[in-house]
């Protein structure tokens, strides 16, 4: 199923770079964006699978092929209206963005507020070798009023009314906000986490031609049908990722691009200890189409379920920052002796690894970064898409980490005979180059180099 995916992926694409060549905005080409993006926003609907799923010749492939291309000419937004938005943003940046002057050796991108404290000790190593830190905010929203550091919201450029400028509008003015950080930026070091969002590509790409370089630390994992389209053809100078495993599989999709294995900072290298039975559910947030509200929730019934079957075993349900777990369920299931709720709010992640001897999920990568506690990964299939991590997990791994809710209790109890502690660290070393410190040394090396 993902190589037909990936078949529609490559012929769509192919089909309109053709029709689009290209289109130079201010130094960037826009038109690959243009395109990797609106293949951002349908490759992995539901609906889609299900056509492709469905398909069983060629030529029905490239009539969907045709169907998509065609949807990609829709039609623009008024000019008036465009031009309007642009020149008041652009006023409106000049009057409340306040970007003062730095001297400032590397500045971290900030599209989420969650990175704050994940490039927090990076940051403080860098300054520990004498490197000064600062951030750069994309939206004001991305604040975080308890972070105290300087950041800078930079003002945007005046908008050129170019050729492509409407009809590419969706990029031209991200190009626009992008070159109001370049008078901060230049002869500087950038470091972006993730490295998916169109905002982080322009400036991978502006990077090249403005004296800048680019580095992006991996944050997340693959959890849909296919890849997000802006995981692939990275412009930056790195990509710094956690492990063989990961950089392995990143490879395909950015062939040009320098990724290098350094570990991953935010976990520890634990001793791993003998652990009794007890089963961690890791409750996730909504997922687009690919996990909907009413998936978690069943994944939330099933875990609870799963306590019932397996008396003898303790059931860990952690909720998630971004999905409550609602309190009728939690009521529901109160009867039921060895079920333990885990409130993210009153249970660090660490807590609830240090207990666990397997880690389920539907497709986090939680799941993945429970090895370095000494948990079992495991995932589960609360629907029929066929989730990309499943698939490269079942390709790489001697042992099953991906079941059903039929096999999912036989899973257990096959795997509860298996000698797994030699398997798990072997793994874990696959996964995470380094941990913690040392993970943390090899950044900052690649950072400086």
């Given at each position: 199923m993902t190589e037909k995916i990936e078949q529609f992926y490559q012929s769509l694409y192919q089909e309109l770079q053709s029709k689009l060549g290209s289109c130079i905005y201010k130094d960037v080409d826009v038109i690959p964006m243009t395109i990797q993006f609106y293949l951002n926003t349908i490759i992995n609907s539901k609906a889609l699978v299900n056509q492709i799923q469905?398909?069983?010749?060629?030529?029905?492939?490239?009539?969907?092929?045709e169907r998509y291309f065609e949807g990609f000419f829709k039609p623009k937004s008024n000019k008036f209206k465009l031009i309007s938005q642009d020149i008041f943003r652009y006023f409106y940046h000049l009057l409340f963005h306040k970007t003062q002057k730095s001297n400032a050796d590397f500045f971290v991108f900030i599209t989420n507020k969650k990175f704050f404290s994940y490039s927090k000790p990076i940051k403080e190593a860098l300054e520990q070798q004498g490197k000064k830190v600062e951030f750069l905010l994309w939206d004001k929203n991305d604040a975080d009023s308890n972070n105290t550091d300087k950041k800078h919201l930079p003002k945007s450029d005046f908008p050129s009314f170019s050729k492509g400028y409407f009809e590419h509008h969706n990029f031209t003015t991200l190009v626009d906000r992008a070159n109001g950080f370049l008078?901060?930026?230049?002869?500087?070091?950038?470091?972006?986490?993730?490295?998916?969002?169109?905002?982080?590509?322009?400036?991978?790409?502006?990077?090249?031609?403005?004296?800048?370089?680019?580095?992006?630390?991996?944050?997340?994992?693959?959890?849909?049908?296919?890849?997000?389209?802006?995981?692939?053809?990275?412009?930056?100078?790195?990509?710094?990722?956690?492990?063989?495993?990961?950089?392995?599989?990143?490879?395909?999709?950015?062939?040009?691009?320098n990724i290098i294995s350094c570990g991953h900072p935010s976990l520890k290298d634990n001793e791993v200890f003998e652990k009794g039975k007890v089963i961690l559910f890791a409750v996730q947030k909504k997922f687009g189409e690919h996990i909907t509200t009413q998936d978690v929730l069943d994944f939330i019934h099933f875990a609870?379920?799963?306590?019932?079957?397996?008396?003898?075993?303790?059931?860990?349900?952690?909720?998630?920052?971004?999905?409550?777990?609602?309190?009728?369920?939690?009521?529901?299931?109160?009867?039921?002796?060895?079920?333990?709720?885990?409130?993210?709010?009153?249970?660090?992640?660490?807590?609830?690894?240090?207990?666990?001897?397997?880690?389920?999920?539907?497709?986090?990568?939680?799941?993945?970064?429970s090895i370095a506690y000494g948990c079992y990964p495991l995932y589960v299939k609360?629907?029929?898409?066929?989730?990309?991590?499943?698939?490269?997990?079942?390709?790489?791994?001697?042992?099953?980490?991906?079941?059903?809710?039929?096999?999912?209790?036989?899973?257990?109890?096959?795997?509860?005979?298996?000698?797994?502690?030699?398997?798990?660290?072997?793994?874990?070393?696959?996964?995470?180059?380094?941990?913690?410190?040392?993970a943390l040394n090899a950044i900052v090396s690649e950072l400086n180099t």
């Amino acid at each position: 199923m993902t190589e037909k995916i990936e078949q529609f992926y490559q012929s769509l694409y192919q089909e309109l770079q053709s029709k689009l060549g290209s289109c130079i905005y201010k130094d960037v080409d826009v038109i690959p964006m243009t395109i990797q993006f609106y293949l951002n926003t349908i490759i992995n609907s539901k609906a889609l699978v299900n056509q492709i799923q469905q398909l069983s010749n060629e030529d029905e492939m490239q009539l969907l092929v045709e169907r998509y291309f065609e949807g990609f000419f829709k039609p623009k937004s008024n000019k008036f209206k465009l031009i309007s938005q642009d020149i008041f943003r652009y006023f409106y940046h000049l009057l409340f963005h306040k970007t003062q002057k730095s001297n400032a050796d590397f500045f971290v991108f900030i599209t989420n507020k969650k990175f704050f404290s994940y490039s927090k000790p990076i940051k403080e190593a860098l300054e520990q070798q004498g490197k000064k830190v600062e951030f750069l905010l994309w939206d004001k929203n991305d604040a975080d009023s308890n972070n105290t550091d300087k950041k800078h919201l930079p003002k945007s450029d005046f908008p050129s009314f170019s050729k492509g400028y409407f009809e590419h509008h969706n990029f031209t003015t991200l190009v626009d906000r992008a070159n109001g950080f370049l008078p901060l930026l230049k002869n500087k070091k950038l470091i972006v986490i993730e490295g998916d969002l169109e905002s982080q590509h322009i400036l991978g790409l502006l990077g090249s031609k403005n004296n800048f370089e680019t580095y992006c630390l991996q944050w997340g994992f693959f959890g849909k049908t296919a890849t997000k389209p802006g995981w692939r053809n990275m412009p930056f100078d790195k990509f710094l990722v956690w492990g063989d495993f990961f950089e392995a599989n990143f490879k395909p999709y950015n062939p040009q691009l320098n990724i290098i294995s350094c570990g991953h900072p935010s976990l520890k290298d634990n001793e791993v200890f003998e652990k009794g039975k007890v089963i961690l559910f890791a409750v996730q947030k909504k997922f687009g189409e690919h996990i909907t509200t009413q998936d978690v929730l069943d994944f939330i019934h099933f875990a609870a379920k799963t306590a019932k079957q397996m008396p003898d075993y303790k059931i860990i349900i952690r909720s998630h920052p971004d999905f409550e777990i609602p309190q009728n369920i939690q009521q529901e299931y109160q009867s039921v002796q060895n079920i333990i709720w885990h409130d993210y709010k009153n249970f660090s992640l660490n807590q609830s690894f240090d207990e666990a001897k397997y880690c389920v999920s539907i497709s986090s990568t939680v799941s993945l970064e429970s090895i370095a506690y000494g948990c079992y990964p495991l995932y589960v299939k609360i629907n029929e898409l066929p989730l990309q991590i499943h698939e490269l997990l079942s390709k790489n791994s001697n042992h099953q980490h991906v079941f059903d809710s039929e096999n999912f209790i036989a899973g257990i109890q096959h795997l509860e005979t298996q000698h797994l502690k030699n398997y798990l660290a072997d793994f874990k070393n696959k996964l995470y180059k380094n941990l913690g410190t040392a993970a943390l040394n090899a950044i900052v090396s690649e950072l400086n180099t």
